[in-house]
T-cell receptor, first 117, second 113 residues
Framework: KAGVTQTPRYLIKTRGQQVTLSCSPISGHRSVSWYQQTPGQGLQFLFEYFSETQRNKGNFPGRFSGRQFSNSRSEMNVSTLELGDSALYLC????????????????FGPGTRLTVL | GNSVTQMEGPVTLSEEAFLTINCTYTATGYPSLFWYVQYPGEGLQLLLK?????DKGSNKGFEATYRKETTSFHLEKGSVQVSDSAVYFC????????????FGTGTRLKVLA
């Protein structure tokens, strides 16, 4: 079974631009979560989608948005990029409708490394 | 909400040494607890998990026991290898039944041959 895939793997943008990152979950998985990883703040939750609906949201400004398509693929968008948005953006997928259980695991992709100049 | 405190790194060990990485948590109820590992240039991989008190998660020689009395989930391995060099994260849901996880700060492990 193919794992979680994220595209692109690396991205360089300049301040003020916008960017769209893509995540394809494991086949059959309907929950997709996004995290931002930086050396200073560590791993921080951005949002989670399930069946095309945002189910949870972290404490990020409105410049960060996401969506999920009917095939469970998800995109996140960052508008008006700032230098501080440079980070590794990780996507994770899971199959269960609810939260973690002893029969379920959240699987992470390799991430997209975004550099803002 | 729930929170997690993880031992600061880096940790440098010789091959075959014993490893302990401390993780303590505060939580309402008894959420599942997780250890994830991140190898250089990669995403996170689930290392092990425990879903209830006194459960022991294990994988690849690593173990962690869900201790309700001490609110801890320390990661241990009896004999580390150079290939174990990575960053290790303790994690739990911010509240019951959600994939909104909170992660520890990560502990970088370096194993020397």
């Amino acid at each position: 079974k193919a794992g979680v895939t994220q595209t692109p793997r690396y991205l360089i943008k300049t301040r003020g631009q916008q960017v769209t990152l893509s995540c394809s979950p494991i086949s059959g998985h309907r929950s997709v979560s996004w995290y931002q990883q930086t050396p200073g703040q560590g791993l921080q939750f951005l949002f989670e989608y399930f069946s095309e609906t945002q189910r949870n949201k972290g404490n990020f400004p409105g410049r960060f948005s996401g969506r999920q398509f009917s095939n469970s693929r998800s995109e996140m968008n960052v508008s008006t990029l700032e230098l501080g948005d440079s980070a590794l953006y990780l996507c994770a997928s899971s199959s269960r409708a609810g939260g973690p259980s002893d029969t379920d695991t959240q699987y992470f992709g390799p991430g997209t490394r975004l550099t803002v100049l | 909400g729930n929170s997690v405190t993880q031992m600061e790194g880096p940790v440098t060990l010789s091959e075959e040494a014993f490893l302990t990485i401390n993780c303590t948590y505060t939580a309402t109820g008894y959420p599942s607890l997780f250890w994830y590992v991140q190898y250089p240039g990669e995403g996170l991989q689930l290392l092990l998990k425990a879903t209830k008190a006194d459960d022991k998660g294990s994988n690849k020689g690593f173990e962690a026991t869900y201790r309700k009395e001490t609110t801890s989930f320390h990661l241990e391995k009896g004999s580390v290898q150079v290939s174990d060099s990575a960053v290790y994260f303790c994690a739990l849901p911010t509240s019951s039944g959600t994939y909104k996880y909170i992660f520890g700060t990560g502990t970088r492990l370096k194993v020397l041959a």
